[in-house]
């Protein structure tokens, strides 16, 4: 063999075996290197993040929970006095959860009183008549002029609350324009609710019917003004309220009247004392209140014939019942009220005047509120003859006669805002 070829081979095969144990040195430098490298992951344990894990924002819940505590890591005999001693991370306190604070809570405002719907659909005629008149004068108006003094005033005196009773409200007004507060149509309108409320407001002693025994009340009044079924109704609540109750039929003179008291009186349970038809009013009644006494009754309501207020003689007849009453009951009669129909409007306050120029009368009872446009006649009659009004008639039913409440009556008869009233049709 050729010694330059010879020589060529060993050469070849010198570097040949050069790369390739360069090559065997690489690879075991690789793989000592790998399994160094694994050793340090599997002696670190979790300590480092996995980089498949997904990353995380913010504090999560569970950073807030201490960490329990795991199996210790593995860790070769060879390597285990040489690996550094890990620091151990201190465990957190639980997480502190601290209470929202509590609301402090607003007293609310006082409750506004609410309106009487039955009241205020039995005055719905009356607050669409003259009430709404009124209101329509105020809405829009910022400033009170001469000119509306005057509209004012002519819808008072068409109002049937009369003429007395207007021009003192009008002098009320004007004499209170020149004050700030009163410079405003809603001042005005606020000043006349007032004006209302204390008119309405009589300064009379509470009615007590359990102060005698019995008690007697007196009905009076002109015919058709609903003497007979305010009776029947009245008895009815009074039976509810656990009275005993005797009606004593004094209308002698009208034969459908005394039947259709002893209608209520079968109704609600009352007996009832009549007298033959044209007989003497006084003598049925002293015959009643001597049986209520007898049987220990507690109230006897006495009806009365229809009067005429323009009949002299018969006016004159009501001081005897009166009189023959009080021999049968000392004290007796303890209430005489005045039955008016407010459908007559201002001769309601006439016949009032009247009644009472005749007999002591204690109270009014004004039926027939809602048929009519004209209850601004109990108005008239609280200012000028200073009488209480016991019961007012809003309806047919028994819880129609109502207990007299001024504040309430205003608050349904006046409504807050001039707007609210203009709009009642």
């Given at each position: 063999?050729?010694?330059?070829?010879?020589?060529?081979?060993?050469?070849?095969?010198?570097?040949?075996?050069?790369?390739?144990?360069?090559?065997?040195?690489?690879?075991?430098?690789?793989?000592?290197?790998?399994?160094?490298?694994?050793?340090?992951?599997?002696?670190?344990g979790e300590a480092r993040p996995s980089l498949s894990a997904p990353k995380r924002r913010?504090?999560?819940?569970?950073?807030?929970?201490?960490?329990?505590?795991?199996?210790?890591?593995?860790?070769?005999?060879?390597?285990?006095?040489?690996?550094?001693?890990?620091?151990?991370?201190?465990?957190?306190?639980?997480?502190?959860?601290?209470?929202?604070?509590?609301?402090?809570?607003?007293?609310?405002?006082?409750?506004?009183?609410?309106?009487?719907?039955?009241?205020?659909?039995?005055?719905?005629?009356?607050?669409?008549?003259?009430?709404?008149?009124?209101?329509?004068?105020?809405?829009?108006?910022?400033?009170?002029?001469?000119?509306?003094?005057?509209?004012?005033?002519?819808?008072?005196?068409?109002?049937?609350i009369g003429v007395r009773t207007s021009q003192k409200l009008l002098e009320e007004i004007?004499?209170?324009?020149?004050?700030?507060?009163?410079?405003d149509a809603a001042a005005v309108w606020s000043f006349l609710r007032k004006r209302t409320?204390?008119?309405?407001?009589?300064?009379?002693?509470?009615?007590?019917?359990?102060?005698?025994?019995?008690?007697?009340?007196?009905?009076?009044?002109?015919?058709?003004?609903?003497?007979?079924?305010?009776?029947?109704?009245?008895?009815?609540?009074?039976?509810?309220?656990?009275?005993?109750?005797?009606?004593?039929?004094?209308?002698?003179?009208?034969?459908?009247?005394?039947?259709?008291?002893?209608?209520?009186?079968?109704?609600?349970?009352?007996?009832?004392?009549?007298?033959?038809?044209?007989?003497?009013?006084?003598?049925?009644?002293?015959?009643?209140?001597?049986?209520?006494?007898?049987?220990?009754?507690?109230?006897?309501?006495?009806?009365?014939?229809?009067?005429?207020?323009?009949?002299?003689?018969?006016?004159?007849?009501?001081?005897?019942?009166?009189?023959?009453?009080?021999?049968?009951?000392?004290?007796?009669?303890?209430?005489?009220?005045?039955?008016?129909?407010?459908?007559?409007?201002?001769?309601?306050?006439?016949?009032?005047?009247?009644?009472?120029?005749?007999?002591?009368?204690?109270?009014?009872?004004?039926?027939?509120?809602?048929?009519?446009?004209?209850?601004?006649?109990?108005?008239?009659?609280?200012?000028?003859?200073?009488?209480?009004?016991?019961?007012?008639?809003?309806?047919?039913?028994?819880?129609?006669?109502?207990?007299?409440?001024?504040?309430?009556?205003?608050?349904?008869?006046?409504?807050?805002?001039?707007?609210?009233?203009?709009?009642?049709?």
């Open positions: 063999m050729d010694p330059a070829l010879t020589s060529d081979l060993i050469t070849a095969a010198v570097s040949v075996a050069g790369v390739g144990g360069s090559a065997a040195l690489a690879y075991l430098a690789v793989r000592r290197a790998r399994a160094r490298r694994q050793r340090e992951i599997e002696g670190a913010g504090i999560q819940a569970e950073d807030l929970e201490p960490e329990e505590a795991g199996p210790a890591p593995e860790t070769d005999e060879a390597e285990a006095d040489t690996a550094p001693e890990r620091l151990e991370r201190p465990e957190r306190p639980p997480a502190q959860v601290l209470p929202f604070p509590t609301p402090v809570e607003k007293p609310a405002p006082p409750a506004k009183p609410r309106r009487d719907a039955a009241l205020s659909t039995g005055l719905a005629r009356t607050r669409a008549g003259w009430v709404s008149r009124l209101g329509g004068l105020f809405t829009g108006k910022r400033e009170i002029d001469p000119a509306l003094v005057d509209e004012i005033e002519k819808v008072l005196l068409t109002a049937d004007r004499g209170s324009l020149g004050k700030s507060e009163l410079k409320a204390e008119i309405l407001t009589v300064d009379a002693p509470p009615l007590d019917m359990g102060s005698a025994k019995p008690f007697v009340l007196l009905v009076i009044g002109v015919n058709g003004s609903g003497k007979t079924t305010t009776i029947g109704k009245l008895a009815a609540k009074l039976k509810e309220q656990g009275r005993s109750v005797l009606l004593a039929a004094g209308d002698t003179f009208r034969a459908a009247a005394t039947e259709q008291l002893e209608i209520w009186g079968s109704r609600v349970g009352a007996p009832v004392v009549r007298g033959k038809e044209g007989s003497d009013p006084s003598s049925v009644l002293f015959e009643g209140v001597k049986r209520a006494k007898a049987e220990n009754i507690d109230v006897v309501i006495a009806d009365t014939a229809g009067r005429l207020h323009t009949k002299t003689n018969l006016m004159e007849e009501l001081q005897k019942v009166r009189r023959v009453i009080g021999k049968a009951h000392e004290g007796a009669p303890h209430e005489t009220w005045l039955v008016i129909d407010s459908t007559s409007g201002q001769n309601a306050i006439a016949q009032a005047q009247m009644f009472t120029q005749a007999m002591a009368v204690t109270g009014i009872v004004l039926t027939k509120l809602d048929g009519t446009a004209k209850g601004g006649v109990i108005l008239g009659i609280a200012d000028q003859l200073k009488l209480p009004v016991r019961y007012i008639g809003v309806g047919e039913r028994v819880e129609d006669l109502r207990d007299f409440d001024p504040e309430e009556f205003v608050e349904a008869l006046l409504d807050e805002a001039p707007e609210a009233v203009a709009s009642v049709t």
